[in-house]
């Protein structure tokens, strides 16, 4: 009994001090691996789930968090920019909604300061679901059986935009991507990538790339001018001089994150890069002063590729019915 006490116990130490050496190495790292969220509410989470579902927040009533930040599709929508009510162009490309909440600001300009502010943005935008936040409010008081679970959550008899905010945004907490081949790399795992992937991050570190492309999220720490050493010749809206009024801030985005970037094409502020070839060239000109060869931009997307982890796995929401009190939506007025 005293020897299988003392092996269990050195098995202990020794478990334990790989766990704190691979935590350490990760430390050293540029790049940290993804956490869990660390405390979630999950009635509100569950509420939240329904609320990014639900197209009648929507004018038309088939639109949703989810067309435009799709789940199934890397929490994005893989076009250019997005189409709003009635077909309308979008201005921008949509941002993954995926580890959102590892974001300093939401947005491309980071107008919203998180999460909250940013669920209510859409609802209310005429180019996109083309609703009014009144409006919303009163199909979701319709509805009986949200009314209950409202009040269950959040302790109220009435609705109101901040608590649809909330909930949603408390969902959206929950949607981060974690044990990613190169999450487990970091935390000890040697063999999860190839001699190309460690190459490529190699080249990632010592071009610069890192110097924005950083944390947890491997990017949306930042604001970062688009075209430093190179002017882009896409489309260039303000950036975050429409936020901030400064001229300095022209042409100043959100450094997207890149975590399963091989998901989120295409890529930058207006989609203008079909593949992830294509962004590390431009890229790598615009940003660094730096012309890739064929080899090193193929080892740069290989190493990319090994950030895409584990995605959100949930049953899909069943959305409580509409009353007869229910207004009904208006797809083609």
Known sequence: MMKRT????AVALVSGFAIHTAAVAAAGEPIQPIK???SINIGMVELGKKLYFDPRLSKSGIMSCNTCHN???????????????KWQQGPINAPTVLNSSLNLAQFWDGRAADLKAQAGGPIANPGEMA???????NVLESVPAYVR???????????????VTTAIAEFEKTLVTPNSRFDQWLLGKKDALTKQEQEGYALFKDSGC?????????????????????????NMPD???AVTGKDDDRFNFKVPTLRNVELTYPYFHDGAANTLTEAVDVMGRLQLGRKFTKEENAKIVAFLKTLTGDQPTFTLPILPPSSDATPRPTPFK
């Not at 003392?6 to 116990?9: E, G, K, M, P, S």
């Not at 789940?71 to 009510?85: F, H």
């Not at 679970?149 to 608590?163: C, R, S």
């Open 131 to 137: 609703f009014t936040h009144t409006l919303a409010i």
């Open 239 to 241: 950036g975050r001089a």
């Open 149 to 163: 679970e409202f009040k269950m959550v959040f302790g109220k008899d009435k609705i109101d935009i901040d608590q």
């Open 6 to 9: 003392v092996l269990a116990t």
């Open 210 to 234: 890192v110097a924005c492309h950083n944390g947890e999220a491997v990017g949306g720490n930042s604001f970062q001018k688009m075209g430093i050493v190179e002017p882009y010749k896409g």
């Open 71 to 85: 789940l199934s599709m890397g929490g994005t929508d893989n076009i250019p920019t997005s189409v709003g009510d």
């Open 36 to 38: 869990p969220p660390a």
